[in-house]
């Protein structure tokens, strides 16, 4: 039922817009609350928290090892129900964020092409409490296919966060019309 090869594509091809939309955000911008609800650190962070636990714990479990690579303050500060304040100093840089988004981004990609495709229409392994069940989804091919579609909520909010901080409208066929490659 699932294909793992486009699930793949899809979370690269995701990533690479992610990307591109947070690369444009100044990192003295990044903790700004244009609206009063969130800003581009809290988005970022969740971004990496949600993939590791739909692309990874749901996926295959925790690990000892998983602490390399995500810090255990990510579930308090962006996790489900975490709520966002402009106090800068509660918060990890934007590069360190941007390096634990990689990270766990890179271990998600290589865990997720080591799987056998059989293994997608597994049954998740959700946690115990709050985390039992997922609304969306009951297997590994779910989870990571839903983990794509979260991830575009987020780059929009960011979109939307940029706009409210001043900035114009990303011009990306434009940019592609002059040989902007977004690989």
């Known amino acids: 039922m699932y294909d793992k090869d486009r699930i793949i594509y899809q979370l690269e091809r995701t990533r690479v817009l992610s990307l591109q939309m947070i690369e444009r955000v100044p990192h003295d911008q990044w ?3 244009p609206l009063g609800v969130t800003h581009v650190a809290w988005n970022v962070g969740h971004m ?3 993939e590791y636990f739909l692309g990874l714990v749901f996926v295959r479990g925790t690990r000892e090892s998983d602490r390399d690579f995500i810090p255990e303050s990510y579930v308090e500060l962006f996790g489900y129900g975490s709520v966002a304040t402009s106090d800068r100093s509660s918060y990890p840089s934007p590069s360190e964020m941007l390096e634990v988004l990689g990270s766990v981004h890179a271990i998600l990609l290589n865990e997720t092409t080591a799987m056998p ?3 997608l229409s597994e049954s998740c392994k959700f946690l115990e ?3 039992d069940h997922h609304p969306i989804f009951e297997d590994k091919g779910g989870a990571l296919e839903w983990l794509g579609y979260h991830e575009h909520v987020h780059m929009g909010a960011i979109g939307l ?3 409210e901080l001043g900035s114009k409208p990303i011009e990306y066929f434009q940019e592609s019309r002059e040989g902007k490659r977004f690989a």
Do not use: P, T, Y
């Open 31 to 33: 903790f700004e609350m």
């Open 48 to 50: 990496a928290i949600a």
């Open 117 to 119: 495709a059989a293994e």
């Open 129 to 131: 409490g709050e985390f």
């Open 161 to 163: 966060l940029r706009r």
